[in-house]
Each structure stands twice: as C-alpha cells, then as structure tokens.
C-alpha cells in the first residue's frame, strides 16, 4: 500500500516535471529561434551622407517659392532625419563638409570633401557615400570625385531644383534614390554618380541642362548609367572612359589646386581675356570655343601667346554636346567631348601631375 502510494506520487512528479518542461523550455527555444533568425537578417549597409549645401538644405518663405531662397540652411542631420525611409534601404550616419550655395563651392572645400571621402571608403564598414551639393556646380565636384576617389565603392551626388519647403520638393526622393543607389552592390565599380530625378548618370557625362526645370540633369551624348523604379536601380551601361582607382590623380598630399580659368567664346572675341588670366598667373585656359571649339581669329595671338608661356590651352565646345576634331586653323589641346566646366577640372588635376602637353592631351581623351 505504501509502495502504490509511492509510486502515484513519482507517477505525479514525473507529469508535473513534463508540463514544467513544456512550458518553461518551449518559449525559451522560440525566443532561441527568433534570435537566430534575427541574426541571419542581413545588417543594412552603411552608407555616409555628406552634406556640403545647396537647394536640397534651402529653405524658402513660402511653398509656392522655388527661386530666392536661402541655400544651404538644413543640416545634415536636419536632411537626413527628413527622410524616414531612408532606415529601410541602409545605416545612414550624416556629416558637414560645407554648408553653401554650390556657386560657393572653392577648390578647399573641392579637396577637403575629396580626401573625407577616401578616408571613409577605406573603412570596411562603409558600402559608399552620398553627397548632397548644390546642382548648379553639381558636375563639377562629381566629376572632380570620379577623378580622384580610389575606391570601387558606390559614391552618389545628389540635390534638388525645388527647396525643402516647397511643395512637391523633390529633396527627399532623390535622397532616397541617392542612398538606394549607394547602398547597391550593383552600384560598384561604375565611376562617380549622380541621381536625381530617377536616373542614374555618370559623373563624366552628365550635366545641368536647364536653369530652373527638374528634370535638368541630361547625359547629352551617351546615356544614362540606369533609372530608378520604385526605388529600385537598374542599371543598363558602363562608363567607356577610365575613372576613380584607374586614374593617377592623387588629392591625399595636395592643400591647392593650380588655376584654370574658363574664357567663352563669342562674335568679336577681342583676346584681352586671355592676356589677363595669363597676368594673374593661370597655368590652364579652357577655351569655351564656339561650335565644335572655334576660337576668333581676333583672339588667337592672345591664345598663342599664353602658350608660348607655357600655359596650357584645351579647346572645348561652348554648345553643350559634341566632340573637338583636330584643326590646323585653331591652336590648344583637344577637350575630347568634355564641357568646359569639366575640362576645367580635368586640367587642374593634370597639372597637379606634369606640365607636358603631350601628357596632359593623353589624359583629356582617356578620362
Ligand atoms: N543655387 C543652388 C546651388 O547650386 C541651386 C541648386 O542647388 O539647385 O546651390
């Protein structure tokens, strides 16, 4: 009889130690599994957005205003936190390099921006940068990072045409674009971006084609890179010419960049523009020549004798597309299909690295 009763109760302590098991291990396994999956979920890249100015931080009085409003007043941060979204397609973390109309953009705030770049690729968390810039020298600074970043990762400059309090800006989703684009390992390898809009251009091609529309940034002769669908990239072409760790350019040791000055081409060109960037001491000129990169008959004594002093001389087209064939009529090297604001930039950088035409017209063609 006490043995029975013995054996109900071990009966009943082995029930009892089955239901404890069944209730206290089973959320433990749960909770053991949603952490393993947690921990598959792959970590967002993360993606540094520089912020230097522009429309794209403007603010203006009214919603109606597109025009006359103060560039470059919402911070980095102030951006960043704007868009929302942003945290589904990356880690987004936000610095100042500048906080200023891109007409405003020096060569210092050119090679500052540059070298912050490079520092944060070579770190290994860092899947790209995006930086937002004024549009109206947009180009400049793209095309300036496509020649000087040594890295394959994604970087993307992005802006806006209409400020952040305007209805329908357009601020936050080219932000948007621009960090997905970032982010994209498709995105690698491809030379310096710019998004806006939903497309995706090369830095070598693209340029603001209209003053005040928004869909301003074309690729006059070559394409778009690719186009953004519901914030998707897709991306069709590669970039011909050689760009970030294929070129020799190297900002890491350099607090200056030598002068190029741009002189357009027009009816009656009299010269004296010429004579007067020679005096103040340019090392480049970049003629902004009419049609395929004509140059007045009036002005050429003053280009031939700022090369006799030296100073390098590119023939760019002032038309907004097209290619400099050579001509025995004109003098100057050959700008290739380079705008003249990015033969400009070409020019300074070549002559960080020589002083030898020869040299200089090779690097026009290749980048
Ligand atoms: N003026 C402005 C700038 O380039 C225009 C813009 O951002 O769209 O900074």
Do not use: W
């Amino acid at each position: 009889m006490k043995d029975a009763r013995a054996h109900l109760s071990l009966k009943r302590l082995a029930y009892a130690f089955l239901i404890f098991c069944f209730l206290a291990i089973g959320p433990l396994n749960a909770q053991a599994q949603s952490q393993v999956q947690t921990r598959q979920q792959p970590a967002l890249p993360h993606v540094a957005v520089l912020a230097t100015g522009g429309t794209i931080a403007g603010t203006a009085a009214t919603e109606t205003q597109t025009t006359g409003y103060k560039p470059g007043e919402l911070t980095a941060d102030a951006l960043l936190k704007s868009v929302p979204s942003l945290g589904k397609v990356a880690q987004v973390s936000g610095e100042q390099v500048s906080n200023v109309g891109s007409d405003n953009i020096t060569n210092v705030i050119l090679l500052k921006l540059s070298k912050r770049v490079n520092e944060l690729l070579a770190q290994p968390d860092i899947a790209g940068v995006v930086i937002t810039h004024g549009t109206d020298t947009l180009e400049e600074t793209a095309y300036f990072l496509n020649l000087v970043v040594k890295s394959d990762k994604p970087v993307v400059v992005t802006g806006s045409m209409r400020p952040s309090t305007a209805i329908s800006a357009d601020g936050p989703s080219n932000l948007l674009q621009a960090v997905t684009v970032a982010a994209s390992p498709a995105a690698r390898a491809r030379g310096v971006m710019i998004v806006l809009n939903d497309r995706i251009g090369s830095a070598r091609y693209t340029t603001k084609t209209h003053a005040d529309s928004l869909d301003t940034f074309k690729s006059p002769d070559d394409g778009y890179l690719g186009t953004l669908v519901d914030n998707v990239p897709h991306f069709e072409t590669a970039v011909a010419k050689l760009h970030t760790s294929q070129t020799p350019f190297d900002v890491s040791k350099l607090d200056s960049l030598p002068e190029v000055d741009i002189i357009y081409g027009y009816q009656n060109d009299g010269g004296y523009l010429y004579d007067a960037a020679v005096a103040h001491g340019a090392r480049g000129i970049v003629v902004a020549g009419v049609g395929a990169g004509s140059e007045s008959l009036l002005a050429l004594p003053s280009i031939k004798k700022a090369i006799d002093k030296r100073v390098i001389v590119v023939r760019s087209s002032r038309t907004g597309g097209g290619y400099v064939p050579e001509d025995p009529a004109y003098v100057g090297l050959l700008g290739d299909n380079l705008n003249p604001q990015k033969a400009r930039i070409l020019l300074m950088l070549g002559l960080t690295l020589t002083n030898d035409p020869a040299r200089i017209q090779e690097m026009l063609h290749q980048f």
